[in-house]
């Protein structure tokens, strides 16, 4: 009896269960204030103490708090049974070892629920940072992730664009992203990572929450360098409008490409392959309810087929499908390092050898590998061709080996095997047909009507050349010069035949 006396609160608290549960949650709970502390006053993020601090140590933590009560009810129905008394346990609050009780449970209660709120709302904050989604499951989503830094939208979370607001999809995301962690885990994800994303959120729900489509862009100019594959590694330029426009007809001003694709006409298709690459049938709708359908004279589409295949409502997604994740070709993405000088454009070939190597070094498995290819494959062009030039250029060389090897950082990802091929774009025509895929001048109406392929339907070169041999002006447009006579071969062939990845 005497030692019953020293005790603060329920007898029945006393038992190994509930004082192991009781340790239990009070170690947790100390780690986690701790980590949460840590966190709080660390100035970087470390990406795999958020799931330890808000979804696995709360975990413990749960079980620690069940595990009390069970102990304190098998303890207490123990003692009953021995004494063969009433079942259940008898509370009086004029016993001051019962009140101390019922005031620590409260008070614990009280501070495990204040913490519970903020713990569940940290997790939830946390699962939707771009540390959650672009770090946790760091190799399978590098190269997303990597991309990502680099575009125009770093600064927007991926939840934005890949759930977007709402509830219902918080949870639609969770559980797909279940199946996600488990194929993580289990080594069950492909590579690369298969796109379009199947049930991406529709572009109304996202892109629009910033993007007001209505918003009249007018025209843009772009301004894009290249550098050639000879050995002056010639620099060709592109200047040219491009009629991206847009509006409201309420404010007059409708033109362009947003407006006719867009605002004024809904348009709709079918592709014959996953990655909406091949597209047979298009039908559009304009603002006055008029139905036109295209159908490409060059596959023979059945249209019973439309019965099964999904018709699919064009938008943003259909020509912005790399607004965050863009992987450069070698070819464009040297010439942006050579128009900086951070690769020497007097190195003779070094564009033609840079983009040679960077396609062989597409096939590693590894970075390591890569960048021996890399390293050992411009070292013996310049010692084999160019003797001279590789004694009295070394460090000009070095310094190109190491921006090719950022580049190749930026946009290839052996163990994901993503880079550009893996990638298509779908704006512009250059690397993949991108619009070519309905603008190609082969999708036509029974009367036929065709989608326009006309070069000025969508941009007006203004300035074009070398700015030495062929430097032309014009800013009405200028008919197209390719950089290399490749006679009228442009004109019959899309530029994506011979610039895309070869099959
Ligand atoms: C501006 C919007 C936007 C943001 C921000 C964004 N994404 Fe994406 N993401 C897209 C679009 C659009 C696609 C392509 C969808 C399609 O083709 O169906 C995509 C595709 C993907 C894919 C599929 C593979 C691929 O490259 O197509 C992964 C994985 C991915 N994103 C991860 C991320 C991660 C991780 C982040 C944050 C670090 C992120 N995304 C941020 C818009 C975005
Ligand atoms: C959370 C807001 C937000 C969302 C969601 C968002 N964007 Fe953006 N987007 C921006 C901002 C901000 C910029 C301008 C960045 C700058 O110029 O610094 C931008 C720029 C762009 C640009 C111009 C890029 C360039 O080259 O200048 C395009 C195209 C674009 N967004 C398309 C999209 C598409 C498509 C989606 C949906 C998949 C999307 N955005 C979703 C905020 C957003
Ligand atoms: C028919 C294809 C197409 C569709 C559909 C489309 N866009 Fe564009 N958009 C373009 C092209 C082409 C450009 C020119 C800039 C470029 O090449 O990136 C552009 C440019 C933009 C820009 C950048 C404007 C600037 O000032 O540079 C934004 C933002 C944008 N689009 C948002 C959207 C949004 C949001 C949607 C969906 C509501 C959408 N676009 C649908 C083709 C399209
Ligand atoms: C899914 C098929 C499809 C794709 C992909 C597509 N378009 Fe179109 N586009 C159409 C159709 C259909 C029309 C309407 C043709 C008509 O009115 O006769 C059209 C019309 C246009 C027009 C107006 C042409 C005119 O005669 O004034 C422009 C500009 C345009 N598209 C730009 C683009 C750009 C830029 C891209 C790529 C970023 C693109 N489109 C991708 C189907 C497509
Ligand atoms: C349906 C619309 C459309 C048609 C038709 C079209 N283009 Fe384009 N073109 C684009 C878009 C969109 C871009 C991409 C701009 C960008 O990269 O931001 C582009 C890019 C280009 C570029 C710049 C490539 C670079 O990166 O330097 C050239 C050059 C070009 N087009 C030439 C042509 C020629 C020549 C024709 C006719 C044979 C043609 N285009 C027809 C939409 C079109
Ligand atoms: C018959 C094949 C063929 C077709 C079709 C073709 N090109 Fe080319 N293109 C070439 C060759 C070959 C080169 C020279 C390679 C080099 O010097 O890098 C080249 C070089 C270029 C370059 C410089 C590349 C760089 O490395 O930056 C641009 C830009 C270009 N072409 C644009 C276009 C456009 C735009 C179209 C479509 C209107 C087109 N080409 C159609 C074969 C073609």
Request: proline share 5%; hydrophobic share 35%.
């Amino acid at each position: 009896m005497a030692k019953q006396q020293e005790r603060k609160i329920f007898d029945s608290f006393y038992n190994s269960i509930s004082l192991f549960g009781a340790f239990l949650a009070a170690i947790t709970f100390a780690l986690i204030l701790f980590l949460f502390l840590a966190e709080w006053l660390s100035p970087r993020t470390v990406p795999y103490l958020g799931i330890l601090t808000y979804i696995v140590l709360p975990v413990f933590l749960i079980l620690g708090l069940i595990l009390i009560p069970i102990g304190m009810w098998r303890e207490h129905r123990r003692r009953v049974l021995g004494l063969g008394k009433q079942v259940l346990p008898r509370l009086d609050l004029n016993n001051p070892k019962h009140r101390r009780g019922v005031m620590v449970f409260m008070t614990a209660t009280g501070i495990f629920l204040f913490f519970t709120g903020l713990g569940t709302y940290r997790a939830y904050e946390f699962t939707d940072s771009v540390t959650f989604c672009g770090q946790i499951c760091h190799k399978v989503m590098e190269p997303e992730f990597v991309a990502y830094q680099t575009s125009p939208h770093a600064r927007v979370k991926c939840v934005e664009c890949h759930v977007g607001p709402g509830a219902t999809w918080y949870v639609r995301s969770k559980l797909s992203g279940a199946y996600q962690v488990y194929s993580v885990l289990f080594n069950k994800f492909p590579r690369p990572i298969p796109t379009p994303i199947e049930n991406l959120r529709p572009a109304q729900e996202t892109c629009e929450q910033c993007h007001w489509p209505a918003k009249f862009y007018g025209d843009r100019l772009v301004d894009r360098t290249h550098y050639l594959s000879d050995e002056e590694n010639t620099r060709w330029n592109y200047k040219m409008v491009l009629k991206i426009g847009g509006g409201t007809p309420e404010e007059g001003y409708t033109s362009g490409i947003h407006w006719h694709m867009n605002i004024a006409n809904k348009i709709e298709y079918v592709a014959l392959d996953e990655e909406r690459q091949i597209i047979p049938w298009v039908r559009m709708t304009d603002q006055n309810g008029n139905v036109k359908v295209f159908k490409s004279t060059q596959d023979d589409f059945d249209e019973a087929a439309l019965d099964t295949l999904e018709i699919r409502r064009m938008d943003c997604i259909d020509c912005h499908n790399r607004p965050s994740h863009q992987f450069k070709s070698p070819q464009l993405a040297l010439n942006i390092f050579l128009e900086t000088g951070q690769i020497d454009a007097s190195l003779p070939y070094i564009k033609s050898e840079g983009v040679d190597i960077l396609d062989e070094a597409s096939e590693a498995e590894t970075y390591e590998e890569a960048f021996q290819i890399i390293e050992d494959g411009i070292w013996n062009f310049y010692k084999e061709e160019y003797p001279e030039i590789a004694e009295t250029k070394a460090a000009a060389i070095d310094s190109a080996i190491a921006v090719m090897k950022r580049v190749y950082r930026r946009n290839f990802f052996p163990y994901m095997r993503a880079n550009w091929k893996a990638y298509p774009e779908n704006i512009g025509h250059l690397t993949s047909p991108g619009c070519y895929r309905c603008h190609d001048g082969m999708h036509e109406t029974e009367d036929g009507q065709v989608i326009t392929n006309e070069c000025t339907a969508c941009h007006l070169i203004i300035e074009q050349g070398d700015g030495k041999t062929v430097m032309e002006k014009n800013l009405y447009g200028l008919e197209f010069r390719h950089p290399e006579d490749i006679d009228e071969e442009w004109r019959e062939s899309g530029c994506y035949e011979c610039h895309g990845p070869e099959e």
